[in-house]
């Protein structure tokens, strides 16, 4: 009985233990009951997303779930996905969303139960540091959108304060950079995180808290909602404010705000542009010097390839190139270019010895580049083979050349007490203007060599022309080209006249002015030879403004002495080259000596118009503007073209005589004449026979016409005294009708 007794004890007692287990267990689910808490995202540090886990975390956060454990719950937190908080009220997904200051009606419209305040929360403004804050009751203020409920709040306290939503915090500050509001409002808590951004470094919290807001959890005001506030309340009643401080210190003290790229930017914008504009720069000194040192590189390999080793003179490819080079940049000096040889030169390396064959060809290529210029060259090619390319220097230099280099060349082993004696064949070729127009390098050493060759085969010793015409040429050239300028100095060369007369009246009625030239060392020279040599070197220019210069003044001084005269001056074409205001000049001569534009008549050739047609239409034209006469030269005597006549604008057409003097059948040269000058007459041009040698010329040309005549058959050139000293009118053979 007692073991029974015992037994059912035991077995109370289990079952005790058992209902107890029970009750625990069922109190233990009772206590876990979980709660979904929707809440927002972007108001760190009270709500916002942990960087690791992605949930949400803050001072919110943690008071709601102590107030929720306190309450018996567990509480799970999601963010809101509506726009606002009031949309996210009708959410069946969320039990309790947060936070709201006061109970506002859900988007739906439906009523809501709110907590109790789990936080009084200070809201502070914010302004940019120059900014001054009118008083409260005009006061115009920015808010986030997402605090469309604390906006409600401050509109109840503070009826004058105009409120201005926006959806993001940039927006809020760019509209009180911009002035459109005084200041923002928000949550002290969010303001100490959001100004931690470097951008809004000019931002400032107004210390004085405004008011501070409610912050509650809110549900839709069904049963079942407050049945869950109020079990919350519940749990928010035991929370105590010392646990209040330390939340609020625990998300506050820690360093929260994350940088973006932006503010990266904008803190370290000026060191980031530096940075960059220092490694451009490297990078430019780098691939410049990388630049500087390929074109060393090439330019060493360049010099290897166009270079003799030995002697450091050119290689023939160094000196073909330097040689055309020169002759391009100097068309206007006249050059030589010789080509010499030592005669059995085998023989004095076999002889003395490579090292002494390589010495003197080493004497040889020093020797001559002492003499060259920079606008010469010497080549050594095929062991004992030098060119050179000369400037023309007369035959005086061809004898200091002889004497400084060939001679000691010739005696180079002698001097030094050996036996041998060198000899050296040399072949000239002066080049010719063709030379210049068309290089061709390898020809000219060719003819060099021919002249060369007849040398070694004669067996002489020195040097021959390939061209000696060229040479001699060339030497009347130089002298005429170098002496130029001395003889405009020294009165060698004079300004002539040929007069021209009216054939029917016996009246002297101009003349041409052409040049003449007592070279001191040429003699007298044609200006058919003198003329063209200056217009290829490009110095005629520099006689025709002497002649022009010399006519003017003559003209002036008959001016004076009452026999006023006109004159006709030659234009060359080279003269309207390098842009030169011709008719400008000419019109400052006239007004430099008092003469009227009537007195000068410009002769243009005709060919000139024909190769250079639009450059002397335009100077035509703007000569005759000026009120001189344009004449056009030697028609007749070149290709002559009618269709000129119908372009070029000319006063008077000088006619060239060559139609009746020169081959063919003479009759039909005066048909031709004939009908070329009724045609000129029919253009209303003056017309002018120029090379009248015969009185039957100046009478068939009277005879058709042309009275104006100029020509040895009248006068010939003469100086300015003796044309001076003529009378108007001088009785001429045959003249009148
Ligand atoms: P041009 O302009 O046709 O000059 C006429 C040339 O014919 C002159 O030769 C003159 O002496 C020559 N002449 C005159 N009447 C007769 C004649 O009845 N029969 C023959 N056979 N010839 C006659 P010049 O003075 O020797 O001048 C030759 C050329 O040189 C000129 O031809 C002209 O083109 C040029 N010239 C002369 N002086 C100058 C000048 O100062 N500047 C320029 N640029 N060229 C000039
Ligand atoms: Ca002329
Ligand atoms: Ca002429």
Redo the contacts with the bound molecule.
């Keep these: 009985m007692k073991r029974t007794l015992r037994f059912r004890k035991i077995l109370a007692m289990l079952l005790c233990a058992a209902a107890a287990l029970l009750c625990l267990t069922a109190l233990g689910a009772n206590a876990a009951e979980p709660l979904t808490v929707g809440v927002p995202e972007d108001r760190c540090p009270v709500f916002y997303r942990d960087a690791e886990t992605g949930d949400p975390v803050g001072i919110g956060v943690d008071l709601m779930r102590a107030a929720a454990e306190n309450a018996g719950y567990s509480a799970a937190f999601r963010f809101i996905e509506e726009a606002t908080l009031k949309e996210a009220l009708d959410n069946p997904a969320y039990d309790v969303v947060m936070p709201f200051g006061s109970a506002i009606a859900s988007a739906s419209g439906h009523a809501t139960v709110v907590s109790e305040n789990l936080l009084q929360t200070p809201f502070t403004l914010v302004t940019t540091e120059k900014g001054e804050l009118p008083p409260l009751n005009r006061l115009r203020v920015g808010m986030l959108r997402s605090l469309g409920g604390g906006a409600e709040t401050v509109r109840q306290l503070y009826p004058g304060i105009e409120i201005s939503m926006f959806e993001t915090m940039p927006e809020c500050v760019k509209a009180l950079r911009a002035g459109q509001v005084d200041a923002l409002l928000h949550n002290s808590y969010v303001w100490s995180y959001v100004l931690q951004k470097p951008s809004y470094s000019d931002l400032a919290v107004q210390p004085a808290a405004m008011f501070s807001m409610d912050f509650r959890a809110g549900t839709l005001d069904t049963p079942e909602g407050r049945e869950r506030i109020a079990r919350l309340d519940g749990g928010i009643a035991l929370l105590t404010d010392t646990r209040r401080q330390a939340v609020i210190l625990d998300h506050t003290s820690q360093r929260l705000y994350a940088y973006d790229l932006s503010d990266y930017l904008y803190e370290y914008g000026a060191f980031l542009v530096l940075g960059i504009l220092l490694f451009a720069a490297v990078i430019v000194i780098f691939v410049l010097r990388l630049r500087a040192y390929r074109l060393r590189q090439e330019e060493k390999l360049r010099h290897l390839l166009e270079h003799d080793p030995l002697t450091g003179a050119l290689s023939l490819n160094g000196f073909r190139k330097r040689v055309e080079e020169l002759l391009r940049a100097h068309p206007d000096i006249p050059y030589l270019l010789s080509y010499s040889n030592i005669r059995n030169f085998k023989y004095i390396n076999d002889s003395l010895g490579m090292a002494a064959g390589d010495e003197l060809l080493c004497f040889w290529a020093a020797r001559s580049a002492e003499l060259l210029s920079e606008a010469e060259a010497i080549g050594r090619f095929e062991g004992d083979h030098v060119a050179v390319l000369r400037r023309i220097g007369g035959d005086e230099q061809m004898l200091r050349d002889e004497r400084d280099i060939v001679d000691p060349l010739r005696s180079y082993f002698t001097d030094r007490g050996k036996e041998k004696r060198i000899q050296v064949c040399s072949g000239v070729y002066v080049l010719t203007p063709e030379d210049y127009r068309q290089i061709n390098v390898d020809h000219m050493l060719d003819l060099a060599r021919v002249a060369e060759k007849r040398v070694r085969e004669e067996n002489r010793d020195g040097y021959e022309f390939y061209n000696p015409n060229q040479w001699e040429r060339g030497q009347r050239v130089t002298d005429i080209v170098s002496h130029l300028s001395a003889a405009l100095r020294s009165g060698e060369i004079q ?2 006249y ?1 007069p021209q007369v009216n054939f029917d009246t016996g009246e002297v009625t101009g003349a ?5 030239w007592n070279h001191a060392k040429l003699g007298w020279l ?3 030879e003198f ?1 063209p040599t200056l217009e290829e070197t490009g110095l ?1 220019y520099e ?2 403004r002497f ?1 022009w210069d010399r006519v003017c003044q003559d003209l002036r001084r008959w001016n004076e002495a009452g026999r006023r005269r006109t004159v006709s ?4 074409r080279c ?1 309207l080259r390098e842009d030169r205001n011709i008719p400008g000049e000419f019109y400052e001569l006239i007004r430099t000596y008092g003469l009227t534009a009537d007195q000068l008549r410009i ?1 243009i ?1 005709e060919t000139a118009y024909v190769e250079d047609a639009e450059l002397l239409i335009r100077t035509t034209v703007k000569l005759r503007e000026f009120g001189f006469q344009v004449e056009m ?2 028609f007749g005597s070149g290709y002559s073209s009618l269709h000129m006549l119908k372009e070029v604008p000319v006063d008077r057409i000088k006619l ?2 060559h139609f009746l003097t020169g081959t063919g059948d003479p009759e039909r040269g005066r048909i031709i004449v004939s009908h070329m000058i009724q045609m000129v007459d029919s253009l209303g041009m003056k017309l002018i026979a ?4 015969n009185a039957a010329q100046a009478k068939f040309l009277q005879s058709r016409g042309c009275s104006e005549m ?4 009248f006068h ?2 003469m100086p300015a005294r003796e044309f001076e000293q003529m009378d108007g009118t001088l009785p001429i053979p045959g003249a009148g009708r």
């Design positions: 300004v002539w040929q041409e002015a052409l040049c003449r044609r200006p058919d003329v005629i006689l025709d002649i001056v030659n234009l060359s003269d002769e050739t030269d030697d060239d005589l120029e090379g009248v040698e100029q020509g040895f058959f010939k050139p």
